[in-house]
């Protein structure tokens, strides 16, 4: 098949196309063109029977008429081609040549006869009509045909004829070759012009068409997840702040047991549901780190108090080496790093039964690279999985991994998020000896103190945390919380009822804007999505009205995401505070804001 096509290989300089993408046609164009010459070979086939009919039947004085049946021959195969009706059957290809030269060779010995002056170039006109009509062909082997015919017709000319014919017929000769050469180019150039463009437009077309619907699914999901996420937080709110009422009340040993259990996975459905607005944050493209300057050490200090008891209840030695030059102050996302150090060692922690979990943790003051390095022991990876290993909702070893919790987010995260900060994650493993797992992120320097050993600052912030003790004690202190959800309001009151503050509730954004129109309160917890009346709005309108102007307002909102605090004190509110309401956090906010009267 290969062998029939016409294309060689300098053609697309001809045809103005680069040389990959004239490739990328070839096997289309020889396809098609194997199609055409098949198609009009059984017409060259019937047209050189007729042709060989007419010039037995008829003398040479009617000569003429076979070259009038040669050129609507001619102009029929042009229509023919032009129908692209189908008839298959390569074999007929090298008919086509044999008869094509018939044509030729019968046209010569009539135009040949003597006395027949005019007829040379009549013949070599139609027979270069038929030839890039019906043959498709290397270039330079359609070269080579027409000069072939040209001189084997000169040669005869030259023998049989003599004076101003055989001038006229060299003349004539030479000028159809040049023009049928260029009617084959022409034809041949304009056929992969045209396939090129045709398959590009198609592609294009549906590229577009696939990158549309990809987009509209990917919007659609993410949109889905967003909300779910938000409207699964709502009601949360309610289960993890009652259940920490029963908690906090019940005094029967076995209730506190189930009650601790909801708190514990009400913990884990929430970090779910946040991979869950991560993700859909990334793919959307809406994901944005935020940085702050933060201490590197509190870092280390949270994702230790995090996984070291895990670990430990697993009787996993747990080694944490922290070099002790590292920059004391960072500018970076605190959020973002202490997720995806927290995501690698847990899972450290989870995939590992024996043996030990080992960290690295070291800083390159010339590339600004933190590097954390987590060695385990566990189940490792197989090679085959390593590919899958970052994708998202991606979980390995299903079954032998079936106890344990997870979703296959964790690493799909984490990745991204450590490419956002120009960094990586990279992993080796051998199956059932373990995993080193390789994070590199670029984080800014704050201040180049060298942060020291990390041990003794996790030991005093131990010590500062035991000494804490959450009992806010405000009798005189008067709050307003705004919520469009009642069982939000109840949640708040109930998780304030040892601290005997006064509490106002308000159910919309109007409701609040007519109470501070007469009353006057220490703080104001005002929720975010009302209908109405949003938290922004409501507080835009106060700020306007000068209603409430020195009193801390704090944002509440089930968007727990990264960012969300400093788009709400830019909003003018004066702090935030993330629903579902852990109530530690909500009283620490309180004894900070009420001031005196939130003295304990
Ligand atoms: P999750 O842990 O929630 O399932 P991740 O995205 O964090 O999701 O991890 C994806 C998968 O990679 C896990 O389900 C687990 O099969 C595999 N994996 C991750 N970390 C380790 C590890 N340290 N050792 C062995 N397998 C791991």
């Known amino acids: 098949m290969k062998k029939q096509s016409f294309i060689n290989k300098n053609l697309f300089l001809y045809c103005g196309l680069e040389k990959e993408e004239f490739e990328n046609v070839v096997p289309m164009i020889m396809e098609r063109n194997v199609k055409l010459v098949s198609k009009c070979n059984i017409g060259v086939f019937l047209l050189g029977i007729v042709f060989i009919i007419v010039t037995l039947f008829v003398r040479s004085e009617d000569n003429l008429l076979a070259y009038w049946i040669l050129v609507v021959g001619g102009l ?51 027979f270069l009509v038929l030839l890039p009509v019906v043959v498709n062909d290397k270039p330079y082997r359609m070269g080579l045909l027409i000069l072939l015919c040209a001189v084997v017709y000169l040669a005869f000319s030259v023998n049989i004829k003599s004076g101003m014919a055989v001038k006229s017929d060299i003349m004539n000769v030479t000028t159809f070759s040049i023009l049928g050469y260029m009617l084959y180019i022409s034809i041949t150039n304009r056929s992969v012009k045209e396939i090129f463009y045709w398959t590009q437009a198609v592609e294009n077309e549906r590229i577009k068409e696939e990158a549309r619907i990809a987009e509209q699914a990917s919007k659609a999901k993410s949109n889905f997840l967003a909300n779910m996420s938000h409207e699964i937080r709502t009601p949360m709110n309610a289960i993890i702040g009652l259940d920490e009422m029963i908690l906090r009340e019940s005094e029967d040993e076995k ?18 549901i946040n ?38 209840d697993k009787k996993l030695e747990f080694v944490m080496k922290v070099d002790e030059n590292i920059p004391s102050v960072f500018n970076g996302d605190e959020i973002r790093i202490r997720q995806i150090l927290l995501n690698i060692i847990n899972n450290a922690v989870k995939y590992t039964e024996k ?26 990876i197989k090679p085959e999985d390593k590919e899958r290993l970052f994708d998202s909702f991606q979980r390995l070893d299903e079954t032998r991994n079936r106890t344990i919790e997870g979703t296959g987010l964790g690493l799909s995260i984490s990745r991204q998020l450590a490419q956002m900060m120009e960094g990586s994650i990279e992993v080796e493993s051998e199956y059932g000896k373990g995993s080193v797992f390789t994070i590199k992120v670029v984080q800014k320097v704050a201040d180049d103190t060298p942060m020291g050993d990390y041990t003794k600052r996790l030991e005093k912030a ?97 968007d727990a995401i990264s960012g969300a605090k400093e788009m709400y004190l830019e909003q003018g509110f004066t702090d935030y505070l993330a629903k579902p309401i852990i109530y530690e956090d909500m009283e620490k906010l309180l004894i900070e804001y009420l001031g005196e009267k939130g003295d304990i």
């Open 76 to 126: 029929t195969l042009c229509v023919y081609r032009l129908l692209k009706k189908e008839i298959k059957g390569v074999a007929a290809y090298i008919f086509c040549y044999s008869m094509i030269l018939v044509v030729l060779a019968f046209g010569m010995v009539l135009s040949l006869e003597p006395g027949n002056v005019s007829m040379p170039s009549t013949s070599f006109v139609v």
């Open 275 to 312: 991979d869950i607005l991560d993700l859909s944050k990334i793919e959307t493209g809406k994901m944005e780190l935020v940085p702050v300057n933060y201490e590197f050490s509190s870092v280390i200090n949270d994702i230790v108090n995090m996984t070291e008891k895990k670990a430990e």
């Open 255 to 272: 209730i506190k047991r189930y009650a601790s259990d909801i708190k514990s996975a009400g913990a884990t459905l929430l970090s779910i």
């Open 462 to 558: 131990r010590k500062e945390e035991k000494e804490y003790v959450p009992h806010l004690l405000a009798p005189n202190a008067k709050i307003l919380v705004v919520d469009d959800n009642d069982m939000n309001l109840k949640v708040v009151k109930f998780l304030l009822k040892k601290s005997k503050i006064n509490i106002t509730t308000a159910i919309s954004g109007a409701e609040c804007l007519e109470l501070l129109k007469a009353n006057k309160y220490d703080v104001i917890l005002l929720d975010q999505m009302m209908p109405g009346m949003s938290g922004i709005e409501t507080l835009k309108v106060m700020r306007e009205e000068k209603l409430a102007e020195n009193t801390p307002v704090i944002a509440l909102t089930a």
């Open 355 to 380: 043996g030990s979990i080992h960290i690295y943790i070291s800083f390159d003051r010339v590339t600004s690279e933190l590097k954390t390095i987590v060695e385990d022991t566990g189940i490792g």
